[in-house]
């Protein structure tokens, strides 16, 4: 099984930056699809970004192309989110996830293992 944990968020000017971490624990780390997801107040859980086990598929939901990059470092066994020029509608709690396999990575319900959040609150 694998666990994961959150951090790194905070509270950011618009336009500032955020970086935030996810530091899995269990076997077979390399061997998992991971992924972004945010839960914005008062709206359904997102789709932010997506990483394949060893890195060489990635995927972005339009909102965050051109800002955000997602990255792992499989020797770790952790992943990161670069939240860079951050906005308003940014503010949500970000979720770290994992997938075990035949993988659609926008799709939530293909993640089986869920971290427990950190909030980004990003004021204007």
């Known amino acids: 099984q694998v666990q994961l944990v959150e951090s790194g968020g905070g509270l950011v000017q618009a336009g500032g930056s955020l970086k935030l971490s996810c530091a899995a624990s269990g076997r077979s780390f390399s061997s998992y699809p991971m992924g972004w997801f945010r839960h914005p107040p008062g709206k359904e859980r997102e789709f932010v970004a997506a990483i394949s086990g060893n890195g060489g598929f990635i995927a972005y939901a339009d909102s965050v192309k051109d800002r955000f990059t997602i990255s792992r470092d499989n020797a770790k066994n952790t992943m990161a989110l670069q939240m860079n020029s951050l906005k308003p509608q940014d503010t949500a709690v970000y979720y770290c996830?994992?997938?075990?396999?035949?993988?659609?990575?926008?799709?939530?319900?293909?993640?089986?293992?869920w971290g427990q959040g950190t909030q980004v609150t990003v004021s204007s």
């Open positions: 996830a994992a997938a075990p396999g035949g993988w659609s990575p926008r799709r939530p319900e293909w993640y089986n293992t």
